[in-house]
């Protein structure tokens, strides 16, 4: 059974850093690609960043790329996102999620998601 645990979620003022977390079990986690995507209130989850399943890949969403960096750490079966410059427009759900195949920008792509953790940044 695979589980993905999402933690590091907040309230942070506009340009502060968040750093927010996925543990991962139930899988041999070197195996699979890992992504982040968020939802905003009434609005599609959209794409955040993958990484490939030796981290020689990162990809970004326009919007955050240069403020955030995605990373992993398979000794310890971990995702990252660490998030610099928050704006209040990247207030939503944040979700890591797992896929088999290569890192993808498509909600669809990802076999296994976690329950998601709340990033508010107050306008």
Known sequence: Q??????GGGVVQVGGSLRL???ASGRTFSNYAMGWFR??????REFV???????ISTY???SVKGRFTVSRD???NTVS???NGLKPEDTAVYYCAMTSAAPAYSANEYDYW??????TVPS
């Open 114 to 119: 976690g329950q998601g953790t709340q990033v």
């Open 60 to 62: 970004y969403a326009d």
């Open 49 to 55: 960043a993958s990484i490939s399943r030796l981290a």
């Open 21 to 23: 977390s996925c543990a």
């Open 74 to 76: 398979n000794a310890k």
């Open 39 to 44: 939802q905003a209130p009434g609005k599609e």
């Open 2 to 7: 695979v589980q993905l645990v999402e933690s």
């Open 81 to 83: 996102l660490q998030m």
